[in-house]
């Protein structure tokens, strides 16, 4: 006859998931065992682990919230979360990467181009953050004050009344410019061993690169 309260209490990084033994069921706090007869009560607690992992030829760190991923590669981390926790990874690249994005068990719902990731913490999860080197196009124009240049991939251009510019791009983009000679001027070439002729000059950004376009 005797009523006994049990009161479930989860321990740091574990979430209560439930009551089983047929006595009492469902994720709240406390079970009331009425003791008519003997009584068996299973209290079940859970906690998930959140594996993340480097890619590529690039070099950067990943940082959580809540806290507990703390990394920067090549070494990968861990840490352990509440069931179905929301926990947010940061990727933040080092000087002369780019992040190119996440892939892994959990990470089919983000987005490649934000540096941000939220995984739900339903199951262990494993994600991997990829980097990848990057390297400056630069462009020095001579002559042609009113000519300019511009790339199909990236804000790099070199307009009006412009001696230079340039851009950092991620390693094996192609960038393809084009020359434009403003009214009274000729486009007669490019030079500095990337590109030849008077065309488009297509760029392959395995290494840092210069071009050099001219206008008479």
Same mark, same amino acid.
């Given at each position: 006859?005797?009523?006994?309260?049990?009161?479930?209490?989860?321990?740091?990084?574990?979430?209560?998931?439930?009551?089983?033994?047929?006595?009492?069921?469902?994720?709240?706090?406390?079970?009331?065992?009425?003791?008519?007869?003997?009584?068996?009560?299973?209290?079940?607690?859970?906690?998930?682990?959140?594996?993340?992992?480097?890619?590529?030829?690039?070099?950067?760190?990943?940082?959580?919230?809540?806290?507990?991923?703390?990394?920067?590669?090549?070494?990968?981390?861990?840490? !352990? +979360?509440?069931?179905?926790?929301? /926990?947010? %990874? $940061? *990727?933040?690249?080092?000087? &002369?990467?780019? @992040?190119?994005? =996440? #892939?892994?068990?959990?990470?089919?719902?983000?987005?490649?181009?934000?540096?941000?990731?939220?995984?739900?913490?339903?199951?262990?999860?494993?994600?991997?953050?990829?980097?990848?080197?990057?390297?400056?196009?630069?462009?020095?124009?001579?002559?042609?004050?009113?000519?300019?240049?511009?790339?199909?991939?990236?804000?790099?251009?070199?307009?009006?009344?412009?001696?230079?510019?340039?851009? !950092? +791009?991620?390693?094996?983009?192609? /960038?393809? %410019? $084009? *020359?434009?000679?403003?009214? &009274?001027?000729? @486009?007669?070439? =490019? #030079?500095?061993?990337?590109?030849?002729?008077?065309?488009?000059?297509?760029?392959?950004?395995?290494?840092?690169?210069?071009?050099?376009?001219?206008?008479?």
């Amino acid at each position: 006859g005797t009523s006994v309260v049990l009161t479930a209490t989860p321990d740091s990084g574990e979430t209560f998931t439930g009551w089983g033994g047929g006595v009492c069921s469902g994720t709240s706090s406390t079970c009331t065992v009425t003791m008519s007869q003997a009584r068996y009560v299973t209290a079940t607690f859970s906690s998930r682990t959140l594996t993340t992992n480097f890619a590529g030829a690039g070099s950067g760190s990943l940082s959580s919230s809540p806290d507990g991923i703390a990394c920067s590669s090549p070494s990968s981390c861990s840490a !352990t +979360y509440q069931n179905n926790q929301l /926990v947010t %990874l $940061t *990727a933040v690249a080092a000087a &002369g990467s780019q @992040f190119s994005g =996440w #892939s892994g068990v959990g990470s089919e719902a983000c987005d490649d181009s934000a540096v941000t990731c939220d995984v739900t913490m339903s199951a262990d999860r494993t994600i991997t953050a990829t980097f990848v080197l990057t390297y400056e196009l630069s462009i020095t124009k001579v002559g042609g004050s009113t000519s300019t240049v511009s790339a199909d991939s990236g804000p790099l251009s070199c307009a009006s009344g412009c001696a230079a510019g340039s851009q !950092t +791009y991620a390693s094996g983009t192609v /960038v393809v %410019l $084009t *020359a434009t000679p403003g009214s &009274g001027y000729r @486009f007669t070439g =490019w #030079s500095g061993g990337v590109c030849s002729g008077t065309g488009t000059c297509s760029v392959t950004m395995n290494a840092a690169k210069s071009v050099t376009p001219t206008f008479v």
